[in-house]
């Protein structure tokens, strides 16, 4: 707020007069604008990669006319998409149906409303890392002749690295707003992946939330993650669909 001079002669010493402060009109936060991919009028690749990876049709057909997933053009990718109470689109993910590793989140998500299917009045909630994931559970729930609706399921778009004392690192958004919008939840068990990523979240979210909580460490028996499970349990080759996910 002062001339070229007037701060040279500041930063000098000089100068006769205190230069002017300027403060800034603070910035009101600009609500996020969701960009969904167009939608394409059948479902025919995203039902047969999804069943590839051996989710069941039932829970497919169910994410199919709820809106929660939908296949896009022109690329025919899977999206994900993720309401608000109003029901209203706030967060959307993508993730191509073919070999490539293309995945990623669309533009104006907000991960406060991550993909989830959780309207149970069950005082329990079950955490996952991504959207596939969520529906591997629920798939491994049909099979073990279970309601996989009366589950909670909440996908968190990928996990955080913790910090290095677990109780310092944040709670993820989607976690934290699902908890104040749900307060009758008691118990929260952890999906997360067997890996360095995957285990540190767990530690972290244990350290952070189990004096509010029961917290459940419930990571896959075997395999890297709860769709590796469940595709191995079902005989189903991943190698082709093997991904490392850029969601972190």
């Known amino acids: 707020g002062v001339s070229f001079v007037e701060a040279v002669e500041t930063l000098m010493g000089r100068a006769a007069i205190m230069p002017s402060v300027v403060y800034a009109a603070p910035q009101k936060e600009q609500p996020k604008v969701l960009l969904l991919p167009e939608k394409c009028s059948s479902a025919d690749k995203l039902t047969e990669y999804l069943f590839g990876r051996g989710i069941d049709y039932g829970i497919i057909e169910y994410c199919l006319s ?37 995945m990623g989140d669309c533009s104006g998500s907000d991960k406060h409303y991550s993909f989830r299917i959780a309207d149970s009045r069950s005082e329990e909630l079950h955490l996952f890392e991504c959207a596939i994931d969520l529906l591997s559970y ?54 997360f992946d067997n890996d360095a990523a995957g285990r540190s979240a767990s530690l972290a979210l244990r350290a952070k939330l189990g004096s509010k909580y029961e917290i459940v460490d419930c990571p896959p028996q075997y395999g890297k993650d709860y769709n590796d499970f469940l595709c191995r349990k079902l005989g189903i080759c991943r190698e082709k669909h093997s991904e490392r996910s850029n969601e972190r």
């Open 138 to 191: 629920g798939t491994m729930e049909v099979l073990a002749g279970r309601d996989w609706r009366a589950d909670n399921l909440v996908s968190l778009s990928g996990v955080y690295l913790s910090k290095k004392r677990p109780e310092d690192s944040k709670t993820p958004m989607a976690l934290s707003h699902f908890l104040s919008e749900t307060p009758h939840i008691r118990k929260i068990s952890l999906h």
């Open 66 to 102: 709820q809106g929660l997933i939908y296949e896009s053009l022109p690329y025919h990718n899977a999206v994900f998409v993720g309401y608000d109470r109003e029901r209203k689109p706030r967060y959307a993910s993508f993730r191509a149906t073919n070999s490539s590793r293309i």
